[in-house]
């Protein structure tokens, strides 16, 4: 789960990890408010879920508050883009203000998590304030990693010996030494897959802090946090994958016509890949998990039809020990109750194969099933093209 | 002969009275599966299916004897499950659940690795020796006693590669779903070198997806020591970037996890990748015929 950058700073405060002063704000009086509270010089920071966003104009210096309150006007007015956010960018609904910070060095530090040593991970660079996948990529050795053991967690020297391998020395050593430990304990204790601080910053009088802030809760650790799903910004969400997860759905919206639904992630990413090789474009990636029932099932394809660049669907289950007659009762549901005369194909496997293709039979839906994948994907492309050809008769 | 199960295995549900628990405990019973006891607290005593139910493992393995545990105890509890099958000395814990967070996992995982316990999962379908125990959630009729080893991420992907295998003829020794999470037990490699070791698997299929290095990692250590023929599917391959398809693990970022670079190096492990996932089976006779 993503939150915002005001957020994010609010959380590491209260584990005494430095940010500069900053208030949120949702309209453009407000910001001008507060950035005369601030003295009028301030920085203007659009909160997006995503990063990139100075190079996409989401962060603006002020100089007086009149000038913050015209940057944000037009901050609200537009979609912020950036590598992230994909063509169509991003609504700014909420603007940090903040104190402007007199930068001396900028540093790299995250908490993150390794797979291949199964542990969490600290990564220091003295090259902060750029993409770090870059430094990463080209120069390895300037990017200095800690594996961090489960049962003594990060021990200040530790910490010590990375903030003098990004070059620190004296004081300023030892209050990123805290700063480290202190990003780590928040981790742990927030249930975070990742703490992001790029830029750290020094000021030119030696004041360590962190000038941004990104962090990603667990997924799976949302039960025992409850006051984070207030914390969420459904304005930076794709309405239809909101409504997904509310029934515990994994959806993405995709650039295609091909609706698809499928049981199991990797089945799933495996049914678009099949789509694309027969000359399909899949509009979604739609994951009801691997025991779906007649109603997740039913959800599923409301989801699907309420996209209106959806002009076929392909429905996948493996079901094995799931029965096929209840998934076909799940699609008729939905369908009949949508008035859907879209193409249909279903290809689905598990107990009660015949009696689930009985009843999509009978049931007045323009429907086909197969039984093998690579069939049921040549299938719906061959019918979506079918229906493409007759509407095109028809004009 | 198998890897990891057997007609000789014992298996405790963690979990047992629970709904999915109690489930798959049944499906696996019918499957042949030798289900010894149950564990769940505060109902010690209590017998279901026939089946006697325990508040500990510790009194559960001391008791049946049992030396595999299926967990299916919810997210808040799985981590302390598999602490406790590591307590009680099992030798393999399956752990089934889904959702289990990562921080409770990572220090999960370093019990288990200064442990005799093996872990599969957790977020995974289990395992399956077909014809001779089924521990896990896999419909067990798609399966067929066989010579090939199944090593996967995905679960009902899994089904489906298995079901390939089976319609071309090819029987199944293992079947192991690892698991999709970011954080699990046995990996690729753990559960390859089992396959390598195991006289009656003669090739072994492979089915990775985006995210992670774990197909790296792999066709690394198959380059370097596999004696037996490979085939893969890596799934994902028309994924976007920075987009978690479905589960944690799935996600292509910072320009790692791609199935570009997971299929090319598999092919320079020398294995025998299919690119489609239609062509599964097919790749694994390929891979067979060309040994």
Redesign the interface.
């Known amino acids: 789960m993503n939150i915002h950058e005001y957020q994010a700073k609010d959380i590491l405060s209260t584990y005494d990890v430095p940010v500069p002063r900053g208030r949120v704000a949702v309209t453009a009086e407000q910001v001008e408010r507060e950035a005369k509270k601030m003295g009028g010089h301030c920085v203007v920071k659009a909160q997006i879920y995503a990063g990139g966003r100075g190079k996409g104009g989401g962060v603006k210096v002020a100089h007086h508050p009149e000038q913050a309150r015209e940057i944000a006007k037009e901050m609200f007015g537009r979609r912020i883009v950036t590598p992230q956010t994909g063509p169509e960018g991003l609504k700014v609904r909420r603007i940090l203000v903040e104190e402007p910070i007199e930068v001396g060095r900028e540093y790299y530090v995250s908490i993150a998590l390794d797979r291949e040593s199964s542990r969490y991970c600290l990564i220091a660079s003295a090259e902060g304030g750029v993409d770090i996948e870059q430094v990463a990529e080209h120069s390895p050795e300037k990017i200095h990693k800690l594996l961090i053991d489960p049962y003594t967690g990060l021990r200040s020297y530790q910490a010590r010996k990375i903030a003098q391998a990004i070059g620190l020395k004296g004081a300023v050593a030892e209050d990123c030494v805290q700063f480290m430990l202190n990003i780590f304990r928040c981790c742990i204790e927030k249930d975070c897959s990742q703490v992001e601080i790029n830029p750290m910053v020094v000021t030119k009088t030696d004041w360590l802090l962190a000038l941004d802030a990104k962090i990603n809760f667990d997924d799976n650790a949302l039960f025992r946090h409850w006051e984070y799903h207030e914390m969420q910004d459904f304005s930076q969400m794709d309405p239809l994958e909101i409504s997904a997860a509310k029934f515990d759905l994994a959806y993405i919206k995709l650039d295609g016509d091909i609706g698809c639904m499928v049981n199991g992630a990797g089945l799933a990413m495996a049914t678009l890949d099949v789509l694309k090789e027969c000359g399909g474009e899949p509009a979604n990636f739609l994951d009801v998990g691997g025991g779906a029932n007649q109603e997740k099932v039913a959800e599923a394809f409301r989801i699907i039809l309420q996209d209106t660049d959806v002009k076929a669907i392909f429905v996948n289950i493996f079901g094995g020990i799931m029965r096929c007659d209840v998934i076909a009762n799940g699609i008729i549901e939905a369908a009949s109750g949508n008035e859907c005369s879209l193409p249909i194909v279903v290809r689905m496997d598990g107990s009660k194969v015949e009696e689930g293709k009985e009843l999509l039979a009978n049931s007045g839906l323009n429907v086909q099933t197969a039984d093998f994948l690579g069939e049921g994907a040549q299938l719906i492309v061959a019918m979506l093209k079918e229906a493409e050809a007759a509407e095109d008769a028809e004009q | 002969m198998s890897i990891l199960i057997d007609a000789k295995s014992k298996v405790i549900v963690q979990g047992i009275t629970g709904r999915t628990g109690l489930f798959h405990t049944r ?1 696996c019973k019918a499957y042949g599966t030798n289900i010894v006891g149950g564990v769940t607290p505060g109902k010690g005593g209590i017998h279901v299916d026939g089946i006697p139910v325990f508040d500990t493992m510790e009194e559960a393995v001391r008791v049946t004897g049992g030396n595999v545990s299926m967990i299916f105890v919810p ?2 509890g799985a981590a302390d499950a598999i602490l406790e099958a590591c307590e009680a000395q099992i030798d393999l814990a399956v752990c089934i659940t ?6 409770d ?3 999960a ?2 019990v288990v690795a200064d442990s005799k316990t093996l872990l599969v999962g957790p977020n995974c ?1 289990g395992l399956i020796t077909p014809g001779v125990c089924k521990v896990g ?3 067990g ?2 399966h067929k006693p066989g010579k090939i080893g199944v090593v ?9 590669a298995v ?1 390939q295998l089976t319609d071309a003829g090819l029987g199944q020794s293992t079947c192991v779903g690892i698991g ?1 999470d ?3 037990g046995m990996k690729f490699i753990d559960v390859l070198q089992k396959f390598n070791e195991d006289p009656d698997t003669e090739g072994v299929l492979l ?1 990775g ?2 995210g ?3 197909e790296e ?1 792999a066709a690394e250590w198959i380059k370097e020591h596999m004696r037996k023929p490979v085939a893969a ?1 890596i ?6 970037p ?7 693990g ?1 996600i292509i970022s ?2 790692k996890g791609r199935a570009e670079d997971k299929i090319k190096a598999l092919n320079e492990g020398g294995v025998t990748v299919a690119t ?3 062509g599964m089976g097919l790749a694994m006779q390929k891979a067979l015929a060309q040994a």
Request: charged share 15%; no cysteine; aromatic share 4%.
């Open positions: 499906e997210p808040p889904e959702g289990v967070p990562v921080t996992m990572v220090l995982r370093q379908p959630i896999m419909p009729y798609i996967s991420r995905s679960g009902t992907l899994t089904y489906e079901k999709g970011p954080i699990i089915i997806e985006i992670g290095t774990a990692e599917f799934a994902g391959v028309t994924a976007p920075g987009r978690r398809m479905g589960h944690a799935a910072g320009g489609s996932p239609t």
